[in-house]
């Protein structure tokens, strides 16, 4: 499994488990809703992105749409496949070989089918960042799941501790 890969595994489910720092200054009675905070998590990504590329407001104009349509092409693929799996694993009915191997087959080709949409982008993305920081992009997204990581544990320190 390549390291990119699991990056973006993580932060999946990192997206999933935690949240952005602001959204827990919101009353702790009343969770965010989904999109509100998918929202929140995306903002809070483009400015992270936009200081370590040092994208100008030209560049942040032109890429973080085509940035957000790749991330929607490949979660969306996620969910496709997460789902097949899910219905499988929670069937109540009995489970064909083929049924098995069918969606064995979709996992194991998630992570080719995500670096195919991430090499379609690649070119389009070329277009509007310098080379440098097309080479910076994917360390920057690596630091910013380590961000994320940090301060999930640093929340899961606190809530321990309470």
Known sequence: MNFKHITYLLLGLTLLITSAPGIYAQDNKRKPDRKEWFRQMRQFKHKFLVKELSLTQQQQDDFFP????????????QRATSQTCRKISRSEKAVSDADYLHAARQATELKAREGAIEEMYFDKFSQVLTPKQMFQLH?????FTREI???????AKRK???
């Open 149 to 155: 990581m940090r301060q999930h544990s640093k929340m």
């Open 160 to 162: 321990n501790n309470k």
């Open 139 to 143: 360390a920057a997204e690596r630091k």
């Open 66 to 77: 085509v940035y957000d349509s790749m991330h929607e092409e490949i979660e969306k693929l």
